[in-house]
């Protein structure tokens, strides 16, 4: 089974803290995403990486960075975090794309309060 | 741009009942895939069922069907004798290939509640 791990359930920082958010894939995808989801609007496309060290902006990358250093694992950058970043944030992997449909893979998400 | 939208935030059905979700979508394109992802409380997100736009056949998992209507951009999911497990979140999405990679256009989400 593909498995998408994200390194904590729960998070709580304050105001102004640099915060990592950790996604690991075992199923050796060449694509991972980073989505925000909000209730309401659902969830949005923060980043992607289509492979090691590429990235490209989503549809909110303000206030984001990330890190793709190795196949496996995506990382998630709050600079310096605000509050209108508390939100559950999901993790998601897939193969790359070949024409047809690849199933996207979904982490267990990370729920971050920011104080 | 894609959109997609969900304009039940919640619904609820008595436990062995049908229900149907709605969704609509906007897209310029031709040829697309459209699913129904299930987001259980406190458990990861998993595909229910996806449909290609170029086949007219409606897609089919179970007890989970959609009605596909490509003129009208519209995707409903139906599921039948609904049990206490469908009980969860459930979003509608749309695909788009941004740089070779899938990326999923997300609806608002529709709350579903099972009725005992």
């Known amino acids: 089974d593909v498995k998408v791990t994200q390194s904590s359930r729960y998070l709580v920082k304050r105001t102004g803290e640099k915060v990592f958010l950790e996604c690991v894939q075992d199923?050796?995808?060449?694509?991972m995403f980073w989505y925000r989801q909000d209730p309401g609007l659902g969830l949005r496309l923060i980043y992607f990486?289509?492979?090691?060290?590429?990235?490209e902006k989503g549809d909110i990358p303000e206030g984001y960075s990330v890190s793709r250093e190795k196949k496996e694992r995506f990382s998630l950058i709050l600079e310096s975090a605000s509050t209108n970043q508390t939100s559950m944030y999901l993790c998601?992997?897939?193969?790359?794309?070949?024409?047809?449909?690849?199933?996207?893979?979904f982490g267990p998400g990370t729920r971050l309060t920011v104080l | 741009a894609q959109t997609v939208t969900q304009s039940q935030p919640e619904m609820s059905v008595q436990e062995a009942e049908t229900v149907t979700l709605s969704c609509t979508y906007d897209?310029?394109?031709?040829?697309?895939?459209l699913f129904w992802y299930k987001q259980p409380p406190s458990r990861q997100m998993i595909l229910v069922i996806r449909?290609?736009?170029?086949?007219?056949q409606n897609a089919t998992e179970n007890r989970f069907s959609v009605n596909f209507q490509k003129a009208a951009k519209s995707f409903s999911l139906k599921i039948s004798d609904s049990q206490l497990g469908d009980a969860a979140m459930y979003f509608c999405?749309?695909?788009?290939?941004?740089?070779?990679?899938?990326?999923?256009?997300f609806g608002q989400g529709t709350r579903l509640t099972i009725n005992p």
């Open positions: 998601a992997s897939t193969d790359q794309s070949s024409g047809s449909y690849n199933e996207q893979f």
């Open positions: 199923m050796d995808h060449e694509n």
């Open positions: 990486s289509y492979d090691v060290k590429m990235k």
């Open positions: 897209t310029s394109e031709s040829d697309y895939y």
């Open positions: 449909q290609e736009a170029y086949k007219q």
């Open positions: 999405a749309y695909r788009k290939i941004i740089q070779g990679a899938q990326k999923l256009v």
